[in-house]
């Protein structure tokens, strides 16, 4: 029994299809890398499962149980990380990743600040994150993300604006985590060479997946 | 990997304390509304009469229309910023109930611009030739009419997410909804001014009050959920 299945998920844009009947499962320590082209409703899929987009139809399988997007359990035990990093320009790196983690559970200043400095972000945590460049601000939402200590991690292109030393940060992030028997769903158009046996790809283009 | 979830109060509570923490960053956008109701009632001496006798006589509602335009100026800055940046797409995913967030940050508008303008009404009264002692039924009217305001607009604010610069969409769906809040308010103001018993209007300003914080939050979560879509 795989911890997360979806099944059966019709989402329309307007008159057409843009996800049909798609279908997938993942085992506990899997990251399912959603591949396809702009456009294909890679970020539709991941909003979808975060209960933030109503599909038409969908079958969500979570830990066993058929759950909604939209429960509140279900979303204590997942986090979403879409394509802006969810930062107030006007607070640091720090109280940013308090605030983000901490509504969702307890966490100390120290946690934080080893969060910080796990993604390289030692150096600029202090500053207000409007001075900080993209790929600055990606590391500090990574930092957030790590802490949140979410079972389930769906990640929109989490790789966008990093450099070579970013890139591989979330893969060890990534892998980090499905050690631990963690999932992860992420939209990436690049192979970031994580081990085969965890990684799926899914077309969604077609709507079909390969396992 | 399992930690302390946070409860529902600590996160109402934190959201409550990270928008009075943003709104001190930056002081000009607490300061505008207030601003904006002090000009408008002081252009009634200057377009009307600087007679006070007739000032007094149409101060209830000039104190309520500049108090419930300040107010909506501050509106469209409720949820536009958190929606721009993915916070509430965060709050939407946090697994807690968005119907409590909503009224953290409903609560936080109130406090950084409901209760301001209460406090700031007094003083512009003065101007308009009300005496002191129309003081205590000013404030507490204020008080609870801007509570309404708040939660009405935040309903507003919700359904005008989705909309590009849809502050005068907001303005416009909210005045109307803003009427029993106006008419009440101005009564019992008036009636303060004139030296009489207010509690007829307060008792349904409270009530209108009471039923905004029952009801705003769940359609304003409801209304943010679908302008995220």
New interface residues.
């Given amino acids: 029994m795989c911890e997360l299945s979806v099944k059966n998920l019709h989402v329309f844009r307007g008159e057409r299809y843009l996800l049909k009947g798609l279908e997938f499962e993942v085992p506990r320590g899997v990251c399912l890398q959603v591949a396809g082209a702009n456009g294909a409703g890679k970020t539709t899929l991941l909003r979808v499962m975060s209960g933030l987009l109503e599909p038409e139809a969908l079958e969500l399988r979570w830990r066993g149980g058929r759950v909604s997007p939209r429960d509140p359990e279900y979303h204590a035990t997942l986090f979403y990380l879409g394509h802006d990093p969810p930062l107030k320009d006007d607070f640091s790196a720090v109280e940013n990743v308090a605030f983000n983690v901490g509504i969702r559970r307890s966490v100390s200043r120290s946690d934080v600040r080893a969060a910080l400095e796990r993604v390289g972000a030692q150096r600029f945590a202090d500053l207000p994150v409007r001075t900080l460049s993209a790929g600055q601000r990606r590391r500090v939402a990574l930092a957030a993300l790590r802490l949140s200590g979410t079972n389930l991690w769906l990640l929109d292109e989490p790789v966008t604006n990093l450099d070579l030393a970013g890139q591989s940060l979330v893969v060890s992030l990534i892998e980090e985590h499905l050690v631990h028997g963690g999932l992860v769903v992420a939209a990436i158009h690049q192979d970031l060479g994580l081990s085969l046996s965890r990684r799926f790809s899914l077309n969604v283009g077609t709507g079909e997946g390969l396992p | 990997?399992?930690?302390?979830?946070?409860s529902t109060m600590?996160?109402v509570w934190?959201?409550l304390q990270?928008d009075l923490?943003?709104a001190t960053?930056?002081p000009a956008q607490l300061i505008q509304p207030l601003a904006f109701f002090a000009v408008v009632t002081l252009l009634f001496p200057l377009g009307y009469t600087p007679e006070l006798s007739k000032l007094r006589a149409v101060a209830p509602g000039v104190l309520w229309v500049g108090a419930l335009l300040a107010s909506m100026l501050a509106l469209e800055s409720l949820f536009r910023e958190d929606a721009g940046?993915?916070?509430l797409?965060?709050?939407?995913?946090?697994?807690?109930?968005l119907v409590a967030?909503m009224g953290a940050k409903t609560a936080a508008h109130w406090l950084l611009t409901g209760l301001p303008l209460t406090l700031m009404a007094p003083v512009l009264a003065i101007a308009l030739g009300v005496s002191v002692a129309a003081m205590p039924g000013i404030l507490l009217s204020l008080a609870i009419g801007t509570v309404s305001l708040s939660l009405l607009g935040a309903v507003g604010a919700g359904l005008t997410l989705g909309v590009r610069r849809g502050g005068v969409l907001l303005a416009l769906l909210t005045l109307p909804l803003a009427v029993p809040v106006l008419i009440f308010g101005a009564k019992a103001t008036e009636l303060a001014i004139a030296g009489e018993s207010l509690t007829g209007p307060l008792y349904l300003l409270g009530a209108l009050a009471v039923l905004g914080v029952t009801l705003a939050p769940i359609a304003a979560a409801a209304a943010v959920r679908i302008g995220?879509?």
Wanted: aromatic share 4%.
């Fill in positions: 990997m399992s930690a302390q979830r946070t600590t996160a934190l959201v990270r923490r943003l960053r930056r940046d993915g916070t797409e965060q709050f939407v995913v946090s697994g807690q109930p967030l995220l879509e």
